[in-house]
């Protein structure tokens, strides 16, 4: 069986954790260091961000295993922590019922309820344990492998439209946890490392296509992208890679070597608003994320997303958010349901 956590004791502190064949969480290339007598109160100075680095024996790209099998290699404290993730994950509950946290939305699951957590969110898994089903874990690039031309984008559409929450009936429950069973046994395959990834990355398609067409069968102009979408698309991709230096459409519009008026057609086609609107949006929700998983005072943060001034942010973030960061982030705190 996999490791799922290695807890190394370094006199009074924890220091690293190792999630299954090596996803490791690390904080800015390096392990975080945490003193366990006060993990469950205090705050860090950044969301804890796990990467998905196989070592050993394991050289594949998706991943299946069961929450118990988590839970009993791994500390409670860590199974309760937020992270961000450097991979796409599905969560299937199978058994029991708990409340899972994705970028501040408590999400209320049973059996049959399948969450999408995508590169980059916050989540956590809550503090219920009565409860289990089968996670998934698979490289982004892996759903649109370079072989895949973007004339051909169906396969990262099928995750992109998927919604974070997707309650299935009982048949759709039984076809994707036999699925993932399947997954899980060939994963365990012994021939060429290729043909198993080719299998893995076909397996997980299908899945990903049969998730799209549960959730409603996607219309002809989604099927067939424009030159907007793609445009939008390079645009995403861009913002996800800039938004804390480039606050400006114009610079994107640059790079993108197109006029501001057809990046703002393209983020209209993509995201039904604007440049501008995106762009703000996702500086606001990155504002979120450290205000409410970190200890970082509202300067650092301005600082961190790329604004001169805090007051300059505060006035941003009143704007998208409604009331000021410090409100925020104690509203967010005082109606948490996570222990920590």
């Given amino acids: 069986m996999p490791r799922v956590f290695k807890e190394l004791a370094e006199g009074d502190c924890w220091t690293s954790v190792v999630f299954h064949h090596g996803i490791s969480a690390t904080m800015n290339g390096s392990f975080q260091t945490f003193d366990h007598s006060n993990i469950a109160m205090a705050r860090p100075h950044d969301i804890e961000c796990l990467e998905y ?38 969560a299937c509950v199978t058994q029991g019922v708990c409340k899972q946290v994705i970028d501040f939305r408590p999400v209320v699951c049973a059996p049959g309820s399948l969450l999408v957590v995508r590169q980059g969110q916050a989540h956590n898994f809550g503090p219920h344990e009565n409860w289990d089903g089968w996670i998934v874990l698979f490289r982004p690039e892996f ?3 370079p072989s895949v031309p973007m004339r051909q984008p169906a396969f990262a559409a099928d995750l992109v439209r998927l919604p974070e929450h997707m309650p299935l ?45 549960l959730h409603g069968p996607r219309s002809t102009q989604e099927a067939l992208p424009s030159p907007a979408l793609q445009r939008f698309q390079r645009f995403q991709q861009l913002v996800e890679e800039r938004f804390t230096r480039w606050h400006q459409v114009a610079r994107y519009a640059q790079h993108l070597g197109c006029t501001e008026k057809s990046l703002a057609r393209a983020s209209a086609t993509g995201s039904g608003i604007t440049a501008k609107a995106f762009i703000a949006a996702r500086i606001a929700l990155e504002a979120k994320r450290l205000l ?4 970082l005072t509202v300067a650092s943060i301005a600082d961190r997303l790329g ?22 982030r104690r509203q967010q705190l005082d109606a948490t349901v996570l222990p920590g």
């Fill in 143 to 145: 759903v649109l492998p």
């Fill in 169 to 213: 009936d009982n048949d759709a429950l039984d076809t994707v946890t036999r699925a993932l069973a399947q997954m899980r046994e060939d994963s365990q395959l012994q021939g060429p490392l290729a043909e198993v990834k080719t299998l893995l990355l076909h397996q997980l398609h299908a899945l990903l296509t049969r998730l799209g067409l």
């Fill in 53 to 90: 680095q196989p070592q050993g024996a394991y050289a594949l790209d998706v991943e299946v295993f069961t929450m118990a099998e988590l839970r009993q290699r791994g500390s409670r404290e860590k199974v309760r922590t937020t992270h961000r993730y450097g991979f796409h994950m599905l």
């Fill in 307 to 328: 604004f001169d001034e805090p007051t300059n942010f505060g006035k941003f973030f009143r704007r998208e958010a409604g009331c000021t960061p410090a409100e925020f």
């Fill in 292 to 295: 409410v998983h970190t200890n």
